[in-house]
């Protein structure tokens, strides 16, 4: 499917209802919010829905509060639209009713998107925002100020302002032309890389003072436990970007983030800097994402999963 043949059946709706994923960040937010506010302006009745409150540092993108916790049964919609969800358990509470309509659409970037809508379309490439861009370009809405702000905190937050391998010429060309059309890159910058809590700072000093290593230390493990978060008066979507820390080391090639979330439960990040497919070893627990960026839920006792996913980084080292 192209983004034009997209474009062509997402314009045949008259109201949607827009999905951001669990743990929403500003790809999924900047995604939902820029495509709302351009089927707005096409005279599109568009709301948006997340089971996760939305974080307060992407509270100054336009319509971010906006959000709905549950699919009001009473409003009825032409279309559902999944935006950077590259799976059913990236919007689990949600999924169920997203699956029983009858059209659905599917918007991503990840390369293990399961294509689990109607209408799918999945094109690699750093944010879903550089998608939505395209579309909003095919549906002929002209890019204003609200809209670039919304598209350039995905880019900027899925590139890791503009760090990560994912960068191509066309996620800069995207970028420029945001900034022309009015975003604010200095501010959307500092709002996502600069800022941060007294809690998140006490909590990172925690968590890396603890940081461990293995295989010749080839991979570096850092652990967010409920005792860490709860003595530093933090809270889980804090904990966004500490993963990059153990990267930095020079002889990591794979690092891992355990953060507990409930008793022997654990939501695990992995990274790479591309020796590893770190997304092949998330998809052994049902997990997903990128070659370079992935995550999975898992269950058992801390050390052993430590062990068991050491052991499949150490069989593609
Ligand atoms: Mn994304």
Redesign the pocket.
């Known amino acids: 499917m192209t983004i034009a043949e997209i474009t062509t059946e997402i314009s045949k709706a008259k109201s949607v209802l827009i999905f951001s994923h669990n743990r929403p960040?500003g790809?999924?937010v900047g995604?939902a919010t820029a495509l709302r506010l351009a089927l707005i302006k096409k005279g599109v009745r568009a709301d948006l829905a997340c089971h996760y409150d939305i974080p307060e540092k992407l509270r100054y993108i336009k319509t971010a509060s906006e959000y709905s916790k549950v699919v009001d049964k009473d409003a009825k919609y032409d279309a559902f639209i999944a935006v950077?969800c590259a799976n059913e358990y990236m919007f689990t509470e949600l999924y169920g009713k997203f699956c029983k309509h009858k059209n659905t659409f599917n918007i991503?970037?990840?390369v293990s998107n399961t294509r689990y809508a109607k209408f799918n379309y999945v094109e690699d490439s750093a944010?879903?925002?550089e998608i939505i861009y395209a579309l909003i370009k095919e549906l002929g809405v002209e890019i204003d100020n609200e809209i670039a702000t919304s598209l350039l905190t995905?880019i900027v937050?899925?590139t890791g302002a503009f760090n990560h391998s994912n960068v191509e010429d066309r996620t800069l060309l995207i970028a420029s032309e945001l900034k022309k059309a009015g975003a604010d890159l200095h501010y959307i910058m500092k709002r996502n890389f600069k800022d941060q809590p007294k809690e998140r700072a006490i909590l990172y000093s925690k968590v890396i003072s603890k940081m461990r290593f293995y295989e010749e230390d080839k991979v570096g493990v850092i652990v967010i436990s409920r005792k860490d978060i709860e003595e530093s008066g933090a809270v889980d979507n804090m904990t966004e970007g500490f993963i990059d820390y153990p990267m930095t080391v020079n002889s990591v090639e794979v690092a891992i983030s355990l953060l507990e979330t409930g008793k022997n439960r654990y939501k695990i990040s992995l990274r790479s800097k591309g020796k590893v497919d770190v997304n092949e070893i998330a998809s052994i627990y049902g997990g997903g994402g990128h070659v370079q960026a992935s995550g999975a839920l898992l269950n058992g006792y801390l050390e052993d999963i430590i062990d068991k996913l050491v052991f499949n980084v150490k069989q593609r080292l």
Request: hydrophobic share 5%; glycine share 8%.
């Open positions: 960040d790809d999924t995604s950077d991503d970037h990840h944010a879903t925002c995905g937050t899925d």
